[in-house]
């Protein structure tokens, strides 16, 4: 397999690789730019969600993502997220209904949320489901999680505040 260098764009720097035809973008974020805390190493088959990343602002699943088909896009893993809208939101969201425990699928599940909420900003029940199906979590059962989304879309489209009165919550 022939080697080739190739600039990609990742949370915002242009980095230069090395890849093959086989190489992976999950193989690139975490061993050549060691992604590591964001970008899961959790089943290489696309089963887990574990390794989302935004390409150009989609959801992907880095781990069966030839890296040499993407030269020039725009790779996004959670820790160039962290200046970004909603992302605060949505992590305090997490935060308040439980949604994180060992925080394994996490990363994947933030992100899959916030590609959700900037498509749609008031999911229904259902499509909060579809979204998160392809993100597997062994430790929540799922419900805090859904809690945490509506939660995280209640204070996008209204504020904290009103999040927090739509609960009950005080602070
Ligand atoms: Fe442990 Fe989801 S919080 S896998």
């Known amino acids: 397999m022939t080697a080739k260098i190739l600039s990609l764009n990742v949370n915002g720097r242009d980095e230069t690789i090395l890849c093959d035809g086989l190489t992976t973008l999950q193989e690139v974020l975490r061993d050549q730019l060691g992604l590591l805390t964001s970008v899961k190493d959790g089943c290489t088959q696309g089963g887990c969600g574990s390794c989302s990343v935004l390409v150009d602002g989609e959801l992907w699943l880095s781990c069966l993502a030839p890296v040499a088909a993407l030269a020039g896009r725009a790779v996004m893993t959670l820790e160039g997220l962290k ?30 949320v916030k590609a959700l909420l900037d498509a749609n900003p008031e999911p229904s029940h259902d499509e909060i489901l579809e979204a998160l199906s392809g993100n597997l979590c062994r430790c929540t059962g799922y419900l805090p999680i859904v809690e945490a989304v509506k939660d995280a879309a209640a204070r996008l489209s209204g504020g904290a505040d009103a999040a927090r009165a739509s609960e009950g919550r005080e602070g």
């Open 83 to 112: 200046q970004s809208a909603g992302i605060a939101a949505i992590q305090q969201s997490f935060i308040d209904n439980s949604a994180a425990q060992c925080g394994f699928c996490t990363p994947g599940m933030i992100l899959t």
